[in-house]
Nanobody, 114 residues
C-alpha cells in the first residue's frame, strides 16, 4: 500500500524558516524522482520542486528558487523541503509526490504571517 505522509508544517512569521518531511512506504523510493507541490486557498495545486532519484539534480519553481531546498534520504525513504525567507504568498498546503506513483498524501499546512 502506497503511503506518503507529510509533516513539519506550521505557523511562522514572514522571513522565518520551516523544514518539511515526507515519509514514504509501499513505494520503490530510490527508483523515482520526488516532488513537492503546494495548493493555496482558491488556487490550483502548483509544482514547487523536484529531485532526481539519486539526488544529484534538483529543479525549482521561479517563485521559490534561492529560498527553498529539496533533498532526500534514500535510506530513510524520505524527502525534505527546507524553506527559508518565507513570504505570505508561500501559505499553502504542501504535498509530496513520487514520480512513479499517482498518489498524494494528506499534505501539511504552512501558514506565513506578515
Amino acid at each position: 500500500q502506497v503511503r506518503l505522509v507529510e509533516s513539519g508544517g506550521g505557523l511562522v512569521q514572514a522571513g522565518g524558516s520551516l523544514r518539511l518531511s515526507c515519509a514514504t512506504s509501499g513505494v520503490i523510493f530510490s527508483g523515482y524522482t520526488m516532488g513537492w507541490y503546494r495548493q493555496a486557498p482558491g488556487k490550483q495545486r502548483e509544482w514547487v520542486a523536484t529531485i532526481t532519484s539519486s539526488g544529484s539534480s534538483t529543479s525549482y519553481a521561479d517563485s521559490v528558487k534561492g529560498r527553498f531546498t529539496i533533498s532526500r534520504d534514500n535510506a530513510k525513504n524520505t524527502v525534505y523541503l527546507s524553506m527559508n525567507a518565507l513570504k505570505s504568498e508561500d501559505t499553502a498546503v504542501y504535498y509530496c509526490k513520487s514520480g512513479g506513483y499517482n498518489y498524494w498524501g494528506q499534505g501539511t499546512q504552512v501558514t506565513v504571517s506578515s
